[in-house]
């Protein structure tokens, strides 16, 4: 079993940016191929963005293509989400997930563990 903790998320003003922060633990979490996932309140969980098992290979949704950079140190066993210029329709809980291919994440949400999220709020 892996467990997956978010943290960093919080209130910030629009044109701002944030830092996302996934640890794992419990498993390999060099063998897995990690990603982000948001759910704004009243809509469905959408893709953000996915890793390969190491690192060179990545996905991300247009909506946040040249704005989120996804990154991961398989040393410390974490995964990142840089968020700049965030928008107030950025607005969700965020929660990280681990599968089996960066691209699976992408297409069809395919995962085998995810973590409870962290909230980040954008205000206009």
């Known amino acids: 079993q892996v467990q997956l903790v978010e943290s960093g998320g919080g209130l910030v003003q629009a044109g701002g940016s944030l830092r996302l922060s996934c640890a794992a633990s419990?498993?390999?979490?060099?063998?897995?191929?990690m990603g982000w996932f948001r759910q704004a309140p009243g809509k469905e969980r959408e893709f953000v963005a996915s890793?390969?098992?190491?690192?060179?290979?990545?996905y991300y949704a247009d909506s946040v293509k040249g704005r989120f950079t996804i990154s991961r140190d398989n040393a410390k066993n974490t995964v990142d989400l840089q968020m700049n210029s965030l928008q107030p329709e950025d607005t969700a809980i965020y929660s990280c997930?681990?599968?089996?291919?960066?691209?699976?994440?992408?297409?069809?949400?395919?995962?085998?563990?995810w973590g409870k999220g962290t909230l980040v709020t954008v205000s206009s």
């Open positions: 419990g498993g390999t979490f060099s063998s897995y191929a």
């Open positions: 997930a681990a599968g089996g291919s960066a691209r699976a994440l992408s297409t069809s949400g395919s995962m085998d563990y």
């Open positions: 890793i390969s098992t190491g690192g060179s290979v990545k």
